[in-house]
């Protein structure tokens, strides 16, 4: 029977990846050890893993050096042992240690990305979920405000009220947050509304579960992977905006430091003191695009129907054999 069916024209390919997908499930191997098979994505997180823990513990180690000033060192140029190691990345005009100032700014950095798109997520998903299973006038009431947000441009828009209000790191939280939760709603709304009709909602429904529990035990989880993705990459477009609102100077204000603020305060130094200006380009590049590479593994791991191409040891040729396979 196995061979009858195997000599039947496009018969035998089917068969074959309907059972290498079950392999691949069986092994199942967690998050985590995918994540260490994925080059690209293993080393970006562990450079953003680097980046919690300078702006965690980096402060602290440093102690007052990102300001206190020694003029015998202004504009040392950087990767000269004899400086010592705290001006290892050099010094700027008052002979303060750029690694300093560096590892302070990126505290002050995160604590404006991180909490900005853990709010836009966390109220933008909820009122997207809430909307896109209620449907109705909830879902368009939902959408119309998402499209007035929308209809300013975010950084314009924090431009303006940042300008009217004092530059302060909670209201770059606050505006921040405001302009992206239309992202997360439309989002989220999409991906509920397509649940909503589900068999296994419909079956909780039937069995009289209310809609609040429905949302909490069967929408949220399903809705969860995409969010965190989204998230992801929000991270990178909020830390660049306040990148370039402080490198406005409408960002963090001094004595405070950022890493837009220290590109900004170094611009000036350009054909005497690059690295005043470069070292901080290279943090706000490299987070991003670690960020980007850790978004683009996250897609494919929380997808159940992309994910087992990353549980496949040598998934490249194993894919790479099987299209030649289907090709016959």
């Not at 035998?12 to 079950?22: E, F």
Request: proline share 6%.
């Amino acid at each position: 029977m196995s061979q009858t069916m195997q000599e039947l024209p496009g018969a035998g390919p089917a068969p074959q990846a309907a059972s290498a997908r079950r392999e691949a499930k069986s092994a199942a191997p967690g998050l985590f050890r995918m994540l260490l098979r994925d080059k690209f994505a293993c080393t970006g997180a562990v450079i953003l893993l680097v980046v919690l823990l300078t702006a965690a513990f980096g402060p602290a180690l440093m102690g007052d050096l990102a300001t206190k000033q020694n003029l015998l060192f202004a504009n040392k140029a950087p990767f000269n042992p004899a400086n010592g190691w705290e001006y290892f990345l050099g010094s700027d005009s008052l002979g303060r240690s750029v690694l300093a100032r560096l590892v302070t700014a990126t505290r002050t950095t995160l604590l404006v990305a991180v909490p900005g798109v853990a709010a836009a997520m966390v109220l933008g998903s909820l009122w997207g979920v809430w909307a896109g299973y209620h449907r109705g006038w909830r879902e368009n009431v939902s959408m119309r405000v998402a499209d007035i947000i929308m209809s300013f441009p975010s950084l314009l828009l924090a431009v303006v009220v940042l300008y009217v209000f004092s530059p302060s790191a909670a209201n770059i939280v606050l505006i921040l947050a405001l302009t992206r939760i239309p992202i997360y709603l439309r989002t989220a709304r999409a991906e509920s509304a397509e649940l909503q009709s589900r068999t296994f909602v419909d079956a909780a429904r039937t069995f009289g579960a209310r809609p609040n529990a429905i949302i909490a035990r069967h929408v949220i989880p399903v809705v969860i992977p995409t969010i965190l993705t989204l998230a992801t990459l929000e991270f990178c477009y909020v830390m660049l905006a306040e990148s370039s609102l402080s490198f406005l100077g409408i960002g963090i204000q001094p004595p405070d430091v950022s890493w837009g603020l220290l590109v900004a305060q170094g611009r000036q130094y350009l054909q005497t003191a690059w690295w005043l200006s470069i070292f901080p380009g290279l943090a706000i590049v490299i987070t991003a695009i670690s960020a980007n590479m850790l978004a683009a593994w996250l897609r494919i791991a929380t997808d159940p129907s992309q994910r087992w191409r990353l549980a496949v040891p040598g998934r490249r040729k194993f894919i790479a054999r099987l299209t030649a396979k289907e090709s016959k």
